[in-house]
């Protein structure tokens, strides 16, 4: 996830996550070729995480302006110190909840990767959408959908079964909500917003060995290791790790493949 645009107090390492994430950036960047930009609009980006896609939006519009939001301190701190305005004067960075969305008619794009999943009211993020987008304006997200990662759910459970971890996730309450495509369409419309496509689509997300795997877990499964003591966290997550090889070993070059499911949504404002 780039971040997140929720109110959820997790604690996120920056640099961490920005050495973990090569996937989710590989997914972006994908998504960044669509864009077809001019190079003068003004472009929202929500959840920008460490904010280096947001960077790259910044560079593709000199003409413009980018700003990147995430709820988290920790990212937007990062950010800013990363890019500042002295390299990126058409970037500015806020702390802001995506379903708070504090703007009015600005932007001729929203863009987001791998952060909406962690909201979990999406209709009140996307009517906050609609008022950010100037008439005509577009949005392209991309974020976990229906049946994402179901492979590690599955080692996740194997583990619980066979340990007492799960005394540590009584009151677990998960942020995540993978969507399906006629949900989140009924949603676009109720928000005012023109679906113009909401697809589910599969990627193998790919990690270098289990210490990938390890890393992936420890910057994203935060709900889940957050709830457990600090110094028995790294024991949890490799207990989980080595469950997830025994069911799905790593292949000939060593890789660990994990079964990824991502949401597409693009819509216009009216």
Request: proline share 5%; with cysteine; charged share 25%.
């Amino acid at each position: 996830m780039e971040g997140t645009g929720t109110g959820e107090a997790y604690r996120w390492d920056a640099a961490d996550y920005r050495d973990s994430s090569s996937q989710q950036k590989k997914w972006g960047r994908e998504l960044l070729s669509r864009l077809h930009l001019h190079g003068d609009e003004h472009v929202l980006d929500i959840g920008c995480g460490d904010g280096a896609l947001t960077a790259e939006i910044a560079e593709r519009v000199p003409e413009g302006s980018v700003v990147g939001i995430d709820s988290s301190p920790e990212m937007i701190a990062f950010a800013r110190s990363i890019y500042p305005p002295s390299s990126y004067p058409n970037l500015s960075w806020e702390v802001m909840d995506a379903q708070d969305l504090r703007f009015d008619g600005l932007f001729d794009l929203a863009f987001s990767n791998a952060a909406l999943h962690w909201v979990s009211d999406q209709l009140r993020v996307l009517r906050g959408v609609r008022r950010s987008l100037k008439p005509g304006g577009k949005t392209l997200f991309q974020m976990g959908g229906r049946g994402n990662a179901s492979n590690v759910v599955r080692a996740l459970g194997e583990l619980l079964s066979r340990s007492d971890w799960g005394r540590y996730f009584e009151n677990l309450r998960l942020p995540y909500r993978f969507c399906s495509p006629q949900e989140y369409e009924a949603w676009l419309r109720e928000a005012g917003l023109v679906p113009l496509r909401v697809e589910l689509v599969e990627k193998d997300m790919v990690h270098a060995g289990r210490k990938g795997l390890e890393a992936w877990i420890r910057t994203t499964w935060l709900p889940f290791t957050q709830c457990i003591p600090e110094d028995q966290r790294e024991g949890f997550i490799a207990e989980l790790s080595s469950i997830y090889l025994e069911l799905y070993p790593p292949d000939a070059e060593g890789l660990l493949h994990v079964n990824a499911v991502r949401l597409e949504v693009e819509a216009q404002r009216r």
